[in-house]
């Protein structure tokens, strides 16, 4: 991982000339959608259970971090359409998974809430990837996962840093 990390020395700063370059670019663009889709696939199995899809584990998964997030907040971070969040807050509202109450100082504002059904849900989707991470960074140093969420933080778009969790305490 240390290797991939390392500035590639180029004194005319042109990394285009660098065949180094593009390559690392490409193994970490595949390390990453590898990554996504074990992901994904870990929490498929259960989301599949409940007839359920990734749209309904996003959505869930930032309701019960972040109870009261509005219908807004969730469009912005999800970067979907109304339309497909609707549909998707719907069916997890008619399956008990979450509930929707108007704002406190905007009723206009729908809030959404995690119910206690829904709750067990998304832990028993981030249990399975929970552990799946920890399989993986068994025996990483802290120095080197400071630097692991250093660079996935950079990834993140810059409205959506605020959002991240930065302590692990």
């Not at 998964?61 to 999800?78: A, K, M």
């Not at 809030?111 to 832990?123: D, W």
């Amino acid at each position: 991982m240390t290797r991939m990390l390392q500035k590639t020395a180029n004194p005319r700063g042109d990394k285009s000339s660098n065949p180094g370059h593009e390559q690392s670019l490409r193994r970490t663009l595949e390390l990453v959608f590898h990554v996504h889709m074990e992901m994904a696939d870990l929490a498929n199995r259960v989301l599949a259970e409940h007839q359920l899809g990734r749209p309904h584990h996003r959505v869930l998964y930032f309701v019960v971090q972040q109870p009261g997030i509005t219908v807004n907040e969730l469009l912005s971070i999800l970067r979907i359409t109304n339309q497909a969040l609707s549909r998707t807050i719907n069916q997890l509202t008619r399956l008990a998974l979450i509930e929707q109450k108007p704002g406190q100082q905007d009723r206009r504002h729908r809030c959404n809430y995690p119910t206690p059904k829904g709750i067990r849900l998304c832990r028993q989707l981030t249990k399975l990837q929970y552990e799946h991470i920890e399989k993986s960074l068994a025996g990483v140093s802290r120095k080197d996962m400071n630097t692991f969420w250093d660079v996935l933080l950079r990834m993140v778009r810059d409205q959506d840093r605020a959002r991240v969790t930065t302590s692990d305490d």
